[in-house]
Each structure stands twice: as C-alpha cells, then as structure tokens.
C-alpha cells in the first residue's frame, strides 16, 4: 500500500481527496467512530421507547413495501426472510416497518421538541443525489411520480430528517472513557479498511 494508491484510489472511488496511507487510516477510524456514536445514540433511544400504537397507513405502506423488496435479490422469499432471522417473509414485512417506524416516530418527537425542520428543498437535493447514483435522466418531478409513497417517506424519514436529528443529538451526548481494547478494536478495523482498498475490495457508499 502507497501513497500514490491511495492518491489514485480516493481520486477514482471518494468524494474527497486523500493523499497518504496515514491519512486513510484517519478517515476511516473517523468514519468508524461517527457510525458507532450513531448506532449508539439511536440504539439508547430505542431501548427507553415505548410503542403505544402505529400508524397504520404507514404501517401497512411499509410492509406491502419491505414485502416487495423481498423480490429484488431474486431469491425465494421466504429463505431470504429466514437468513433476516425471521420466520417467515410475512414476519420480515411486518417486523422491518414496525422497527423503522419506531425509529422515525422517535426521530419526529425529537425534531418537534427541538424545533428541527426539513425543506422541500432538502427533500429534492436527497432526491436528485439518488437519481444520479442510479443514472436516472428524467426529470425530478417524474421521479417522484413514479417513486410511491413508500420511497418518499424513507427519502423524507431516514435520509434528510434522521441525519439532522442524530447530529444535533451526537452534539448533545456525553462521551465516556473507551475502554482499550474498543480503542484497539476500530483501530483494527480501520487497518482492515485501509487493506480492503488496496486489495480492492472496498467500494464506499455514495449519495443515499
């Protein structure tokens, strides 16, 4: 692993530049922490929420929706359920949308409370960066006629509403001591990244 790689790599594959081997280190040990105090903080408020009821024209939009996706990975339903931990493809329909509505109601009272607020604008920027990772030409309005109401609340939900409540609350948490050998954990992970890279491997996310 170079420093020209790594040049070369995040040139090609990243949405910034990066020059040397250390400096990927860096970004993904970066990276590793932000993704941990985000699962955390979410997982924290999930686990002192309690559910009353669900809105149940969500929930039966997002079932019929996680129910549908089942098909895209052109494997039987029901295994592909199973290898999800649940039961059955009902159980997975149901399940998912229940955890993603847990997770979004915590989100709008958060929001509320706070006084956070999203845009159409906003809405249309997350729209337009998905249309062009898939290399959609049409316009934004076809877009979103044919999307269905089940993409645009997780477009709404979990990719402009979500992001911007988590970060205020990452603001808004107390950091305790890492243990050691957490510390040396992402360390490690970071280590592997960098590998993954240079064996080529390793393909980061872009827009939403």
Same mark, same amino acid.
């Given at each position: 692993?170079?420093?020209?790689?790594?040049?070369?790599?995040?040139?090609?594959?990243?949405?910034?530049?990066?020059?040397?081997?250390?400096?990927?280190?860096?970004?993904?040990?970066?990276?590793?922490?932000?993704?941990?105090?985000?699962?955390?903080?979410?997982?924290?408020?999930?686990?002192?929420?309690?559910?009353?009821?669900?809105?149940?024209?969500?929930?039966?939009?997002?079932?019929?929706?996680?129910?549908?996706?089942?098909?895209?990975?052109?494997?039987?339903?029901?295994?592909?359920?199973?290898?999800?931990?649940?039961?059955?493809?009902?159980?997975?329909?149901?399940?998912?949308?229940?955890?993603?509505?847990?997770?979004?109601?915590?989100?709008?009272? =958060?929001?509320?409370?706070?006084?956070? /607020?999203?845009?159409? %604008? $906003?809405?249309?920027? &997350?729209? @337009?960066?998905?249309? #062009?990772?898939?290399?959609?030409?049409?316009?934004?309005?076809?877009?979103?006629?044919?999307?269905?109401?089940?993409?645009?609340?997780?477009?709404?939900?979990?990719?402009?509403?979500?992001?911007?409540?988590?970060?205020?609350?990452?603001?808004? =948490?107390?950091?305790?001591?890492?243990? /050691?050998?957490?510390? %040396? $954990?992402?360390?490690? &992970?970071? @280590?592997?990244?960098? #590998?993954?890279?240079?064996?080529?491997?390793?393909?980061?996310?872009?827009?939403?």
């Amino acid at each position: 692993m170079t420093d020209e790689l790594v040049q070369q790599y995040s040139s090609e594959n990243m949405d910034e530049q990066i020059d040397t081997v250390e400096d990927l280190k860096e970004y993904y040990r970066a990276n590793l922490y932000d993704s941990y105090l985000e699962s955390a903080v979410m997982s924290a408020m999930e686990e002192k929420a309690n559910v009353v009821y669900y809105n149940e024209a969500d929930l039966e939009t997002m079932t019929a929706y996680n129910a549908s996706t089942l098909s895209y990975y052109g494997m039987d339903a029901e295994a592909l359920a199973q290898i999800y931990g649940y039961e059955s493809a009902a159980d997975y329909a149901d399940g998912e949308a229940k955890n993603l509505l847990k997770q979004t109601m915590i989100i709008d009272k =958060v929001a509320e409370e706070q006084g956070i /607020e999203i845009t159409d %604008e $906003e809405i249309d920027e &997350a729209l @337009e960066s998905y249309m #062009e990772s898939e290399g959609y030409t049409g316009t934004l309005d076809e877009f979103k006629a044919a999307s269905g109401d089940a993409f645009m609340f997780l477009i709404r939900e979990t990719e402009v509403k979500m992001p911007k409540v988590i970060e205020y609350l990452k603001g808004n =948490v107390v950091i305790v001591e890492t243990p /050691e050998e957490e510390t %040396e $954990e992402a360390a490690d &992970a970071a @280590e592997e990244s960098v #590998e993954d890279v240079a064996d080529g491997e390793y393909q980061p996310e872009r827009g939403v």
